[in-house]
């Protein structure tokens, strides 16, 4: 089913603060590598954000997910804005699409680019190429649970995390498939010395998982053993699969290891294709630098370039990155985060010349 057509329905949400920056961004850089691949891309734009909330008291339409489901994809930018919970835009947006469409992989590449300074000591280019993959619709962050006695000195709360055999088994073939593809090995990231149910129940998937790929290389680490490796030998790893929270958390921080949060991508796949997969940059709404035209671009051009690989055009989504990696070694032009003055529009103008 990874047959490629050449023309695709992309839904583009910008959403809040910068988001409504980056994603014209990336849209001409889909545009110019759709020329150069005879991709015809149509778009249709959706202002759902935190703006709509307070005007509307909804991140979305209530038939939102109808209106998204003829699509091939869906680019969102960001949501977020300061006095909006996050669990507005959580709970109002990204996890009624993510379960909805059930994306149950988040697919997060992770890169340190020549000319992008890491926090890591003696972290080169190449040094730092891995992927996390983690479980986006069950685990952790589940709804079941409650608070008692509010107030009391009795007071307590209470979350259940569920994982089931079905959606552990499907995130872990994912991540096994993908480390067959890469060429590389597999970490399992888990915590089965403390948490004394759920995560041996993981452990056990992924020694069963792997008899079906007996080419790729598996270990397992505790999460905490992990992170610490992150920051000490990141490496060593090439995919490194674990539970929603869990990735989540080594996911931001193989970000931060690689120099800056603007350029770290995300997939939220539908691997099956049932429903439309979803792409956005890792980086929030930045209300901080918002309305400016310094956002970087790059996380939301990265994450354009995932979704050509997810519509089957692997070679567009290359040129992409590769031009990315280029504009990056060879020029001096970047956005303020990066160390440069360059604004969003003219970083992406290098890009585009690349291109
Ligand atoms: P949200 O509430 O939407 O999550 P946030 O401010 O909490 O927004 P981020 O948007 O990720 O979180 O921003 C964290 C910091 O990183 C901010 O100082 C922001 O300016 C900076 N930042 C994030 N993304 C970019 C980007 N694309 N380009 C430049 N700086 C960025
Ligand atoms: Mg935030």
């Known amino acids: 089913n990874r047959r490629a057509t050449t023309t695709h329905r992309i839904a583009l949400i910008p959403g809040d603060g910068i988001g409504n920056e980056v994603i014209p961004a990336a849209r ?12 015809g891309l149509t778009y249709e734009t959706y202002d759902w954000s935190c703006e709509r909330y307070a005007d509307l008291g909804a991140m ?15 680019l969102l930018g960001a949501v977020g804005y300061p006095g909006v919970p996050d669990h507005v835009s959580l709970w109002g947006l990204l996890i009624p699409i993510r379960r909805g469409f059930q994306q149950y992989v988040n697919l997060r590449p992770i890169r340190v680019f020549e000319g992008v ?11 730092v190429d891995l992927v996390v993959v983690r479980e986006n619709v069950e685990g952790e962050y589940g709804e079941i649970g409650g608070r008692l006695g509010r107030g009391l000195p009795e007071e307590m709360a ?5 994982f089931t055999r079905k959606g552990v088994t499907r995130v872990l073939d994912y991540a096994f ?7 590389g090995r597999l970490t399992s990231a888990t915590k089965s010395n403390g948490i004394i149910h759920t995560m041996p129940f993981w452990d056990e998937l992924v020694a069963e998982r792997a008899t079906a790929h007996p080419e790729v290389a598996w270990d397992q680490e505790h ?3 992990l992170a610490a490796k992150f ?7 090439d995919v490194v699969v674990a539970s929603n929270l869990f990735g989540d958390i080594l996911s931001d921080l193989a970000a931060a290891v690689a120099g800056s949060i603007g350029i770290a991508p995300a997939a939220n796949l539908n ?4 429903f439309p997969s979803m792409f956005e940059p890792v980086h929030g709404s930045a209300p901080d630098i918002a309305g400016r035209g310094i956002a970087n671009p790059l996380g939301a051009i990265w994450s354009a370039a995932m979704m050509l690989d997810h519509l089957g055009h692997p070679e567009a989504a290359t040129r992409v990155t590769d031009a990315m990696a280029t504009v990056l070694a060879k020029t001096p032009v970047r956005t303020p985060d990066l160390g440069g003055t360059a604004t969003t529009e003219e970083f992406t103008d290098a890009l585009l010349e690349l291109l």
């Open 28 to 39: 001409r850089v889909l545009d110019t590598v759709a020329a150069r691949h005879g991709l």
């Open 60 to 74: 979305m339409p209530d038939d939102g997910l109808d209106q998204l489901r003829g699509h091939d994809a869906i």
């Open 231 to 237: 920051v000490l030998d990141p490496r060593r790893f």
């Open 158 to 162: 209470v979350q259940e995390a569920v």
């Open 271 to 274: 691997p099956e294709r049932d």
């Open 117 to 127: 300074p890491s926090p890591l000591r003696d972290a080169g280019p190449g040094d």
């Open 223 to 225: 999460i905490d053993a």
């Open 177 to 183: 498939s993908l480390a067959e593809r890469r060429g």
